[in-house]
């Protein structure tokens, strides 16, 4: 199961990727992001859908609902009780 500890880690780490991104980004005409750690790099390249250089905001919060909802689903089915399936009728 996945706390809301962990979805803010992930947050914390996105919003230091963008910070550090942003500056390298306005130096470099936008066609390069920082070199960071290369999963948040490629967090980030996922995010721009538009391939511009840059994460808009509609692609960054189009990232995070998604991110929430897989989460979310993950949590939402681990604490469903398994289905449990019987070779005999019931009675």
């Known amino acids: 199961m996945v706390g809301p500890s962990k979805v803010g880690l992930f947050l914390a780490a996105v919003l230091v990727a963008g910070a550090m991104a942003r500056p390298v980004m306005a130096a470099g ?3 390069q ?7 948040v790099t490629q ?3 996922l995010m721009d859908q538009a391939k511009a250089g840059q994460v808009s905001r509609q692609e960054y919060l ?3 609902n998604a991110q929430y909802t897989r989460l979310a689903m993950a949590q939402y089915s681990a604490a ?10 019931h009675r």
């Not at 992001?33 to 999963?39: L, R």
Request: glycine letters at 8%; proline letters at 12%.
């Open 62 to 64: 189009n990232a995070m």
């Open 43 to 45: 967090t980030l390249r």
């Open 33 to 39: 992001f920082a070199s960071a750690d290369p999963d």
């Open 29 to 31: 005409g936008g066609q």
């Open 80 to 89: 469903q009780p398994a289905v449990r399936t019987s070779s005999s009728p």
